[in-house]
Protein backbone atom coordinates (compact mmCIF):
# COMPACT_ATOMS: atom_id res chain seq x y z
CA UNK A 1 0.00 0.00 0.00
CA UNK A 2 1.33 3.56 -0.69
CA UNK A 3 0.30 6.36 1.43
CA UNK A 4 0.88 9.43 -0.01
CA UNK A 5 -0.06 12.92 2.30
CA UNK A 6 -1.11 15.88 0.52
CA UNK A 7 -1.72 18.91 2.43
CA UNK A 8 -1.65 18.69 5.79
CA UNK A 9 -0.99 21.36 8.43
CA UNK A 10 2.43 20.48 8.51
CA UNK A 11 2.88 21.45 5.36
CA UNK A 12 1.29 25.14 6.07
CA UNK A 13 -1.95 24.66 5.30
CA UNK A 14 -5.71 23.23 6.68
CA UNK A 15 -6.24 19.70 5.27
CA UNK A 16 -5.87 16.29 5.42
CA UNK A 17 -5.75 15.16 1.70
CA UNK A 18 -4.35 11.69 1.66
CA UNK A 19 -3.65 9.99 -1.39
CA UNK A 20 -3.30 5.75 -1.42
CA UNK A 21 -2.86 3.40 -3.61
CA UNK A 22 -3.92 -0.46 -3.83
CA UNK A 23 -2.84 -3.00 -6.01
CA UNK A 24 -6.40 -2.97 -6.27
CA UNK A 25 -7.39 1.32 -6.78
CA UNK A 26 -6.34 4.23 -6.07
CA UNK A 27 -8.05 6.47 -3.54
CA UNK A 28 -8.03 9.89 -2.44
CA UNK A 29 -9.76 10.99 0.65
CA UNK A 30 -10.86 14.58 1.31
CA UNK A 31 -9.69 16.61 -1.53
CA UNK A 32 -9.99 19.87 -0.05
CA UNK A 33 -7.87 22.79 1.04
CA UNK A 34 -7.96 25.99 3.36
CA UNK A 35 -6.44 28.66 5.58
CA UNK A 36 -7.65 30.36 8.69
CA UNK A 37 -9.53 33.54 8.39
CA UNK A 38 -8.01 34.76 11.15
CA UNK A 39 -5.46 33.59 13.72
CA UNK A 40 -3.93 35.90 16.19
CA UNK A 41 -6.65 38.75 14.59
CA UNK A 42 -4.09 38.23 11.34
CA UNK A 43 -5.33 37.28 8.14
CA UNK A 44 -3.78 34.30 6.05
CA UNK A 45 -0.25 35.23 5.31
CA UNK A 46 0.51 35.59 1.37
CA UNK A 47 2.92 32.86 1.83
CA UNK A 48 0.00 30.86 3.12
CA UNK A 49 -1.67 31.71 -0.18
CA UNK A 50 1.32 31.09 -1.75
CA UNK A 51 1.02 27.38 0.14
CA UNK A 52 -2.15 26.90 -0.43
CA UNK A 53 -2.21 26.98 -4.28
CA UNK A 54 1.15 24.76 -4.31
CA UNK A 55 -0.72 22.03 -2.76
CA UNK A 56 -4.11 22.65 -4.12
CA UNK A 57 -2.54 22.41 -7.57
CA UNK A 58 -0.91 18.63 -6.37
CA UNK A 59 -4.24 17.76 -4.91
CA UNK A 60 -5.73 18.45 -8.83
CA UNK A 61 -3.26 16.36 -10.24
CA UNK A 62 -3.78 13.49 -7.85
CA UNK A 63 -7.50 13.64 -8.40
CA UNK A 64 -6.73 12.91 -12.25
CA UNK A 65 -5.31 9.74 -11.34
CA UNK A 66 -7.20 8.23 -8.75
CA UNK A 67 -10.62 6.17 -9.27
CA UNK A 68 -11.81 6.80 -6.02
CA UNK A 69 -12.85 10.29 -4.26
CA UNK A 70 -13.82 10.17 -0.58
CA UNK A 71 -15.53 13.18 1.22
CA UNK A 72 -15.74 12.76 5.35
CA UNK A 73 -17.89 15.34 5.62
CA UNK A 74 -18.18 19.13 4.53
CA UNK A 75 -16.00 21.89 5.80
CA UNK A 76 -14.26 23.39 2.89
CA UNK A 77 -10.16 22.14 3.91
CA UNK A 78 -12.04 18.76 3.04
CA UNK A 79 -13.72 19.23 0.03
CA UNK A 80 -14.10 21.99 -2.68
CA UNK A 81 -17.91 22.56 -4.04
CA UNK A 82 -16.77 24.64 -6.86
CA UNK A 83 -14.57 22.25 -8.82
CA UNK A 84 -16.75 19.89 -10.21
CA UNK A 85 -14.44 18.50 -12.88
CA UNK A 86 -12.38 16.91 -10.18
CA UNK A 87 -15.29 13.81 -9.59
CA UNK A 88 -16.30 13.63 -13.38
CA UNK A 89 -16.24 9.72 -14.07
CA UNK A 90 -14.97 8.87 -10.46
CA UNK A 91 -16.08 6.59 -7.80
CA UNK A 92 -17.39 9.28 -4.61
CA UNK A 93 -17.96 8.11 -1.34
CA UNK A 94 -19.41 11.02 0.54
CA UNK A 95 -21.17 11.06 4.51
CA UNK A 96 -24.78 10.90 4.52
CA UNK A 97 -26.26 14.87 3.26
CA UNK A 98 -29.03 14.98 5.45
CA UNK A 99 -28.63 12.37 8.05
CA UNK A 100 -26.77 13.07 11.47
CA UNK A 101 -25.33 16.49 10.52
CA UNK A 102 -25.68 20.02 11.47
CA UNK A 103 -27.14 22.99 9.69
CA UNK A 104 -24.14 24.26 8.46
CA UNK A 105 -22.85 21.24 6.81
CA UNK A 106 -26.67 20.19 5.72
CA UNK A 107 -26.76 23.49 3.75
CA UNK A 108 -23.05 23.08 2.45
CA UNK A 109 -23.89 19.21 1.29
CA UNK A 110 -26.73 20.37 -0.92
CA UNK A 111 -24.82 22.59 -2.68
CA UNK A 112 -21.97 20.57 -3.38
CA UNK A 113 -24.32 17.77 -4.35
CA UNK A 114 -25.89 20.28 -6.57
CA UNK A 115 -22.52 21.02 -8.14
CA UNK A 116 -21.63 17.83 -8.90
CA UNK A 117 -24.45 16.22 -10.14
CA UNK A 118 -23.82 14.27 -13.38
CA UNK A 119 -20.30 14.30 -12.75
CA UNK A 120 -19.49 10.94 -10.71
CA UNK A 121 -19.62 7.86 -12.37
CA UNK A 122 -21.41 6.55 -9.46
CA UNK A 123 -22.13 8.29 -5.96
CA UNK A 124 -22.57 6.31 -2.72
CA UNK A 125 -23.52 7.39 0.56
CA UNK A 126 -20.58 5.45 2.89
CA UNK A 127 -22.18 5.81 6.83
CA UNK A 128 -21.38 2.66 8.21
CA UNK A 129 -20.91 0.65 4.60
CA UNK A 130 -17.80 -1.70 3.19
CA UNK A 131 -16.92 -1.39 -0.09
CA UNK A 132 -14.73 -4.05 -1.94
CA UNK A 133 -12.15 -3.41 -5.00
CA UNK A 134 -10.37 -6.64 -5.90
CA UNK A 135 -8.42 -7.22 -2.74
CA UNK A 136 -8.88 -4.18 -1.40
CA UNK A 137 -11.48 -3.06 1.37
CA UNK A 138 -12.92 0.30 2.28
CA UNK A 139 -15.01 0.31 5.36
CA UNK A 140 -16.34 3.43 6.74
CA UNK A 141 -17.64 4.71 10.50
CA UNK A 142 -20.96 5.24 11.19
CA UNK A 143 -21.15 9.13 11.67
CA UNK A 144 -19.35 10.06 15.03
CA UNK A 145 -19.23 13.66 15.95
CA UNK A 146 -16.59 16.56 14.87
CA UNK A 147 -15.01 16.82 18.06
CA UNK A 148 -16.61 16.42 21.41
CA UNK A 149 -20.06 17.18 20.61
CA UNK A 150 -22.08 17.50 17.40
CA UNK A 151 -22.14 21.66 17.47
CA UNK A 152 -19.49 21.21 14.29
CA UNK A 153 -21.59 18.08 12.92
CA UNK A 154 -19.87 14.37 11.87
CA UNK A 155 -17.82 13.20 10.01
CA UNK A 156 -17.02 9.35 9.03
CA UNK A 157 -13.97 7.45 9.95
CA UNK A 158 -12.20 5.40 6.83
CA UNK A 159 -10.35 2.27 6.86
CA UNK A 160 -8.36 0.45 3.82
CA UNK A 161 -7.51 -3.01 3.94
CA UNK A 162 -4.83 -4.35 1.71
CA UNK A 163 -3.59 -7.80 1.60
CA UNK A 164 -2.66 -8.01 5.10
CA UNK A 165 -1.79 -3.92 6.08
CA UNK A 166 -4.41 -2.07 6.86
CA UNK A 167 -4.59 2.12 6.87
CA UNK A 168 -7.01 4.33 9.37
CA UNK A 169 -8.21 7.86 9.00
CA UNK A 170 -10.00 9.20 11.36
CA UNK A 171 -10.86 12.65 9.36
CA UNK A 172 -12.34 15.58 12.27
CA UNK A 173 -12.42 13.42 15.71
CA UNK A 174 -10.07 15.84 17.60
CA UNK A 175 -8.73 13.62 19.62
CA UNK A 176 -10.70 11.07 19.33
CA UNK A 177 -12.02 11.71 22.49
CA UNK A 178 -15.53 9.91 22.18
CA UNK A 179 -15.99 6.01 22.83
CA UNK A 180 -17.48 5.73 19.30
CA UNK A 181 -14.54 7.87 17.88
CA UNK A 182 -12.16 5.06 19.59
CA UNK A 183 -13.98 2.24 19.29
CA UNK A 184 -13.97 2.26 15.08
CA UNK A 185 -10.11 2.41 15.46
CA UNK A 186 -9.75 -0.46 18.09
CA UNK A 187 -11.89 -2.83 16.20
CA UNK A 188 -10.26 -1.90 12.87
CA UNK A 189 -6.63 -2.58 14.55
CA UNK A 190 -4.59 -0.72 11.62
CA UNK A 191 -1.13 -0.80 10.91
CA UNK A 192 -0.77 3.14 10.47
CA UNK A 193 -3.15 5.82 11.47
CA UNK A 194 -3.88 9.37 10.35
CA UNK A 195 -4.92 10.88 13.60
CA UNK A 196 -6.30 14.62 13.00
CA UNK A 197 -5.61 15.22 17.00
CA UNK A 198 -6.50 17.51 19.92
CA UNK A 199 -7.36 20.63 19.18
CA UNK A 200 -4.82 22.17 21.75
CA UNK A 201 -4.53 25.18 20.31
CA UNK A 202 -8.19 26.54 21.54
CA UNK A 203 -7.34 24.64 24.96
CA UNK A 204 -9.32 26.00 27.73
CA UNK A 205 -12.19 27.23 25.93
CA UNK A 206 -12.99 25.56 23.04
CA UNK A 207 -11.70 22.30 24.23
CA UNK A 208 -11.35 21.76 27.46
CA UNK A 209 -8.83 19.98 29.81
CA UNK A 210 -10.68 17.05 30.25
CA UNK A 211 -11.25 16.28 26.57
CA UNK A 212 -7.14 16.78 26.33
CA UNK A 213 -6.90 13.94 29.01
CA UNK A 214 -9.38 11.71 27.55
CA UNK A 215 -7.69 12.11 23.80
CA UNK A 216 -4.72 11.25 25.63
CA UNK A 217 -5.89 8.11 27.51
CA UNK A 218 -7.64 6.85 23.70
CA UNK A 219 -4.41 7.25 22.06
CA UNK A 220 -2.33 5.58 24.53
CA UNK A 221 -5.01 2.93 24.07
CA UNK A 222 -4.72 2.87 20.37
CA UNK A 223 -1.42 2.61 20.60
CA UNK A 224 -0.97 -0.50 23.67
CA UNK A 225 -4.42 -2.19 22.34
CA UNK A 226 -3.91 -2.13 18.36
CA UNK A 227 -0.23 -3.42 16.19
CA UNK A 228 -0.14 0.00 14.54
CA UNK A 229 3.42 0.99 13.78
CA UNK A 230 2.78 4.54 12.70
CA UNK A 231 0.74 6.98 13.94
CA UNK A 232 0.76 10.36 12.24
CA UNK A 233 -0.43 13.09 14.30
CA UNK A 234 -2.17 16.05 12.28
CA UNK A 235 -4.91 18.65 11.74
CA UNK A 236 -6.28 20.73 14.27
CA UNK A 237 -3.22 19.16 16.67
CA UNK A 238 -1.11 21.01 14.45
CA UNK A 239 -2.12 24.33 15.03
CA UNK A 240 0.39 25.19 17.84
CA UNK A 241 4.12 25.51 17.86
CA UNK A 242 4.29 23.57 21.05
CA UNK A 243 1.95 20.77 20.15
CA UNK A 244 4.08 18.06 21.81
CA UNK A 245 3.92 18.99 25.41
CA UNK A 246 0.44 18.62 25.05
CA UNK A 247 0.34 14.75 24.37
CA UNK A 248 3.25 13.57 26.25
CA UNK A 249 2.00 10.08 28.02
CA UNK A 250 1.48 9.12 24.20
CA UNK A 251 4.67 9.90 23.38
CA UNK A 252 6.14 8.02 26.13
CA UNK A 253 4.33 5.05 25.74
CA UNK A 254 5.24 5.43 22.01
CA UNK A 255 8.69 5.18 22.53
CA UNK A 256 8.15 2.63 24.98
CA UNK A 257 6.24 0.29 21.82
CA UNK A 258 8.32 1.29 19.00
CA UNK A 259 5.81 2.93 17.24
CA UNK A 260 6.61 6.13 15.45
CA UNK A 261 4.24 9.35 16.21
CA UNK A 262 5.27 11.69 13.51
CA UNK A 263 3.73 14.46 11.70
CA UNK A 264 2.59 13.76 8.29
CA UNK A 265 5.82 16.15 6.63
CA UNK A 266 7.99 13.97 8.84
CA UNK A 267 6.16 10.98 7.27
CA UNK A 268 7.09 12.43 4.12
CA UNK A 269 10.91 12.75 4.89
CA UNK A 270 10.15 16.67 5.11
CA UNK A 271 10.44 19.52 7.46
CA UNK A 272 7.42 20.82 9.28
CA UNK A 273 5.99 24.30 8.22
CA UNK A 274 3.08 25.69 10.43
CA UNK A 275 2.65 28.29 8.24
CA UNK A 276 -0.69 29.04 10.54
CA UNK A 277 0.83 28.67 14.17
CA UNK A 278 4.09 31.04 12.92
CA UNK A 279 1.71 33.68 11.10
CA UNK A 280 2.51 36.45 13.99
CA UNK A 281 6.41 35.56 13.13
CA UNK A 282 5.68 35.23 8.76
CA UNK A 283 4.18 39.17 9.34
CA UNK A 284 7.09 40.48 11.40
CA UNK A 285 9.74 39.06 8.90
CA UNK A 286 8.11 39.07 5.87
CA UNK A 287 5.40 42.29 6.01
CA UNK A 288 2.08 42.48 4.39
CA UNK A 289 1.61 41.68 0.71
CA UNK A 290 -1.84 41.86 -1.08
CA UNK A 291 -3.53 38.66 -1.88
CA UNK A 292 -6.80 37.92 -3.86
CA UNK A 293 -8.81 36.38 -0.86
CA UNK A 294 -10.92 33.44 -2.17
CA UNK A 295 -13.88 33.15 0.35
CA UNK A 296 -14.39 28.69 -0.19
CA UNK A 297 -10.96 28.14 1.11
CA UNK A 298 -11.67 30.44 4.50
CA UNK A 299 -12.71 27.96 7.08
CA UNK A 300 -14.35 28.76 9.71
CA UNK A 301 -13.58 25.93 13.02
Known amino acids: MRIVPLAFESFGVRSM ?3 IETNDVKILIDPGVSLAPLRYGLAPHF ?3 Q ?3 ELWEIIRQYTQTAEILVVTHYH ?3 HNPECPELYKNKTVFIKHPTENINISQRGRAAFFLENIKGAPKKLEIADS ?3 KFGNTLIKFSKAVCHGTNPRLGYVTEVSIKSNNEKFLYTSDVEGPTLEEQINFILEENPDIMFVDGPMTYMLGYRFSFKSLET ?3 NLVKAITKTKVHTLVLEHHFLRELDYKIRIKPVYDTAKKRNVKVVTAAEFCGRSNELLEALR ?3 YAK ?3 KEVKVKKRVLVEE
Do not use: S
Open 129 to 131: KDF
Open 280 to 282: KEL
Open 215 to 217: ANK
Open 47 to 49: LEW
Open 286 to 288: YGE
Open 76 to 78: YDH
Open 17 to 19: ATF
Open 51 to 53: RLE
